[in-house]
């Protein structure tokens, strides 16, 4: 496609969001970021994420959790346990294409937006739902925060390893960082949307069952892969033989040599130390079997290192090693400028910030946000014009 | 029928997070045509003595469920059957460092001139452009770069890298970029090209703690704890290395726990009497809960704490995942059977859908197992020809 004729993949289609999570919330803020209008419908006390911590400073008012999910999306307050609120929502979903959603099965119930009805009465709906443990099964009325499920997919139980599962053998295993597993779900839900999109197509819509925990394993397939090869993954024995993270003099970096020349390049990086000239380290097996003594001369090595001068030596020696950036190094970092990754949004409350898009680019260049966070039911005029347009057919519908 | 059915991919990745976003579209219903070559096989066909595997993988998550044809792209013949693939192909897949596959005469532009309805996927490490475009990269660089790496660990620890979760992030995000797109093309007829940057896979993960940066504030590590929960942890049980987890969310769910405790002066205890408080003194408080979870069986008390209502959940290792009932009911897991006829567990895309159906249909092919179907009836080169494209190592 030409350059500067720019249609968003999601043009023209319309996504109503239902979420109390961050699962179903990112799946909604992918919509909003391919270019699908996406309607955040939020209880009149608003969405809960709008109360969840971290909070912008200097206010400390604004989540910068909601903030970051809700960008690009559009507001409504309806409330559907009062009739007029379920029929508030029944007007948007009359005319959206996807409805994205984290409600339990007793509550859908309750709001007459159970599967069965949603499909009898908009049967070119797509109906995503995305719960902890997924909406059928043996767990599907579990409860769970994210670092239940980052456990019960595995990926928990695996962490830390490396320099971290050395230091501290004994404490308990680790949960990544902020929402690891709950972001997974929302991009395999948009994924299922997408798919069930594509075959409307030619058949007709269909419902699309999402589970975190099956999307964070979903991405953990590898240590189940090497559980059929006959070796159950374990923190204290998964470290790479040598390499990984480094303590240099104002930082870490992340080391990771896999080819035999990205070896030759690290032995020149480190100037040609005696002990790397040893003909038998030029085996990759043999140097897998002595990791432990390699570990040590590196890390010896690397406490003399200043992070940014030995990556861009090592980058340059085509030796893979990168900085662990801190959040204020990426938001200054010159290539995320270069590919705008960031774009300056509206957050009420705080003011201009540069809020993160996507992390792709589509037809050479980064989508774009129509707005920041939406203030809540800032949009409630979509409620009133949607009502109107579909008077007639309600009318028709009653009589 | 699956969702993606009639969606052909010319798929020219290698490593784990390209071939992982190629093997859940073919999980959904994509043909997938994976092309190699003996000069060049894919990595999981080989020893990986990093991570400590002296042989090859013998089923692998990434190369199952494609088809495999040979094609020598150092070859100028082997260029023109890439493309004569790319032709038949609605999406092509690639993960070369950037600029490799224009230096090969395959870059998006030269596609699309070739046929404008193309839709490409590259993933690379840090995109098709800017400064950093080409750099070398793996999983834990991806986290690196991308400020996961330094705010995962604990709060008195370092950074920790990121394994085949981040590969495979990547690969799930490309997947589902890439459907958008193929989406647009059956609306609009508009191909395009998806640029997927490991990096930002990452940052995106992260996107709350770097908006919260961005306003001025410090996210930092804080290892298993919550920014408002409390009790919210990882804790030790009955059993060495059975570890259970728990996050209380309400006052309510504190009350309820606290009961199943029986520790009632836990309830009047000046320090755990606010949400806040409770945060404040969670060293305190995790202390105590451990106490008690260190008298239990961790299956027992995930069932005692979620029938109350509770978010509990065993830290399950892979053994607990491959015979798990709920992820056995779900289809999510499910046995196949690896080239050598062993059974073993692997796991069908995570997506149920109410009509269509999901997952794998075969192994991971031989090297040029599927040249009959693919150069033979797709491409339409006959067995004489095919024979001296082999002779010129172009099949290769």
């Known amino acids: 496609m030409a350059e500067g004729a720019f249609v968003p993949p999601l043009a023209g289609v319309t996504v109503v969001e239902l979420s109390h999570g961050v699962a179903a919330a990112y799946a909604g803020r992918l919509f909003a970021t391919l270019g699908a209008e996406t309607v955040l419908v939020e209880p009149p006390g608003g969405n809960p994420l709008r109360r969840e911590p971290p909070f912008l400073p200097p206010a400390d008012e604004a989540s910068a959790l909601f903030a970051f999910l809700a960008s690009g999306k559009k507001s409504v307050t309806c409330d559907p346990k009062t009739t007029a609120g379920r029929a508030g929502l029944n007007a948007l979903l009359a005319n959206a294409d996807v409805f994205v959603h984290d409600l339990r099965a007793a509550e859908r119930a309750a709001f007459e937006l159970d599967e069965q009805s949603l499909k009898a009465r908009y049967p070119n709906l797509i109906d995503v739902s995305v719960l902890p443990f997924g909406a059928h099964g043996p767990k599907a009325d579990w409860q769970a925060e994210e670092i239940n499920l980052i456990h019960a997919s595995g990926e928990g139980f695996l962490l830390p390893n490396g320099l971290a599962a050395e230091l501290f053998p004994d404490r308990p295993p680790l949960k990544v960082f902020g929402h690891f597993a709950e972001y997974q779900g929302g991009v395999v839900a948009a994924l299922g949307a997408l798919s069930a999109l594509m075959n409307r197509e030619r058949t007709e819509a269909e419902s699309v069952d999402v589970s975190v925990q099956d999307a964070a394993l979903a991405v953990g397939a590898f240590a189940l892969q090497r559980l059929g090869d006959g070796s159950l993954e374990h923190r204290q024995t998964r470290s790479f033989k040598y390499g990984g993270v480094l303590e240099c003099a104002d930082g870490y970096v992340e080391l990771l040599t896999l080819e035999d020349r990205q070896w030759r390049g690290l032995v020149e990086l480190m100037g040609r130390p005696g002990w790397a000239l040893d003909p038998a380290l030029s085996d990759s097996l043999e140097r897998s079997r002595r990791g432990a003594e390699i570990n040590r001369a590196i890390r010896a090595w690397a406490r003399e290192q200043r992070t940014a001068d030995v990556v861009a030596r090592a980058q340059a020696l085509g030796v893979p090693m990168a900085k662990y950036a801190s959040p204020a190094e990426v938001l200054a970092g010159e290539h995320e400028r270069a590919r705008r990754l960031f774009q300056p949004l509206d957050v009420p409350g705080t003011g201009r910030l540069p809020v993160l898009v996507a992390p792709f680019h589509v037809d050479g260049a980064a989508p774009s946000l129509k707005a920041g966070p939406p203030r809540l039911g800032e949009h409630q005029h979509l409620l009133a014009a949607e009502r109107r347009r579909q008077q007639p057919v309600l009318a028709t519908e009653a009589s | ?396």
Request: charged content about 25%; aromatic content about 6%; proline content about 5%.
């Open chain 2, 1 to 396: 029928m699956k969702p993606l059915a009639g969606l052909r991919i010319a798929d020219f990745t290698l490593h784990a997070a390209g071939p992982f976003c190629t093997h859940i579209l073919s999980q959904l219903g994509a043909e997938c045509i994976k092309v190699e070559s003996a000069s060049r096989p894919d990595i999981f066909r080989k020893p990986h003595p990093v991570y400590g595997r002296m042989g090859p993988a013998s089923f692998d998550q990434v190369a199952s469920n494609k088809l495999s044809v040979r094609i020598n792209l150092k070859d100028a013949k082997g260029i023109a059957l890439a493309k004569q693939l790319v032709d038949v192909s609605d999406l092509v897949c690639e993960s070369f460092r950037p600029g490799v596959m224009e230096r090969l005469g395959l870059g998006y532009a030269a596609l699309a001139a070739m046929k404008p309805s193309v839709v490409m996927v590259s993933v690379s490490s840090s995109g098709q452009t800017g400064p950093d475009s080409h750099f070398a990269g793996y999983a834990p660089l991806f986290g690196a770069w991308g400020a996961l790496g330094y705010l995962t660990g604990y709060e008195d620890g370092p950074p920790v890298e990121m394994r085949h979760v981040m590969d495979h992030s990547v690969g799930m995000t490309a997947a589902m970029a890439a459907v958008a797109a193929v989406y647009r093309l059956r609306r609009t007829g508009l191909g395009g090209h998806v640029d997927v940057s490991a990096r930002e896979v990452a940052c995106s993960l992260v996107g709350e703690a770097l908006l919260f940066a961005a306003a001025g504030g410090e996210p930092s590590r804080i290892g298993n704890d919550h920014l408002r929960m409390a009790p919210h942890g990882v804790f030790r049980t009955r059993d060495e290395d059975r570890w259970l987890t728990i996050a209380v969310r309400s006052d309510d769910e504190w009350q309820v726990l606290a009961k199943l405790m029986n520790a009632p002066a836990l309830l009047v205890d000046p320090r755990f009497q606010t949400a806040s408080s409770r945060h404040g003194h969670r060293q305190a408080l995790h202390g105590e809960i451990e106490q008690w979870t260190m008298t239990l069986d961790a299956v027992d008390a995930e069932r005692a704490l979620q029938d109350s209502g509770i978010a509990a959940h065993l830290s399950c290792n892979m053994q607990d995942i491959a015979s798990d009932r709920h992820l056995r009911d779900r289809g999510t897991v499910v046995d196949v059977e690896d080239t050598d006829g062993r059974r073993r567990a692997a796991l069908r895309a995570p997506i149920r859908f109410s009509r269509s159906e999901v997952g794998m249909t075969r192994g991971t092919p031989r090297l040029g197992e599927d040249e009959d179907y693919v150069f033979g009836d797709l491409l339409g080169i006959s067995n004489e020809e095919r024979q001296s494209l082999m002779d010129q190592r172009v099949i290769y």
